[in-house]
Nanobody, 114 residues
Framework: VQLQAFGGGLVQAGGSLRLSCVAS????????MGWYRQAPGKERELVAL???????TYANTVKGRFTISRDNAKMTTWLQMNSLKAEDTAVYYC?????????WGKGTEVTVSS
């Protein structure tokens, strides 16, 4: 299983970014797909999760600003991030959880300037 995440960058506070993560390999449509982030000096934390059936979970800090979605046919998940804040600055990681294990992609860096 391989995960490729992209879409990070530098954006001003109040702006938007859209992250994408493409999964390849032996993954079923029922796999959970999620986004995590790790800011400098902090632990990695859940940002958003979407199940194979489309049920979503968000961290309280991003509710109403971020939206996670997925396309099972393409095994792709997106994280639409709006109204970005300086505290959203972090390296964002894609994670896929299958029956056989958990897989992480390389991070994509998001920097929000205030």
């Amino acid at each position: 299983v391989q995960l490729q995440a992209f879409g990070g960058g530098l954006v001003q506070a109040g702006g938007s970014l859209r992250l994408s993560c493409v999964a390849s390999g032996d993954i079923s449509y029922s796999a959970d797909m999620g986004w995590y982030r790790q800011a400098p000096g902090k632990e990695r934390e859940l940002v958003a999760l979407i199940t194979g059936g489309g049920r979503t979970t968000y961290a309280n800090t991003v509710k109403g600003r971020f939206t996670i979605s997925r396309d099972n046919a393409k095994m792709t998940t997106w994280l639409q991030m709006n109204s970005l804040k300086a505290e959203d600055t972090a390296v964002y990681y894609c994670k896929v959880t299958t029956f056989f294990g958990t897989y992480w992609g390389k991070g994509t860096e998001v920097t929000v300037s205030s």
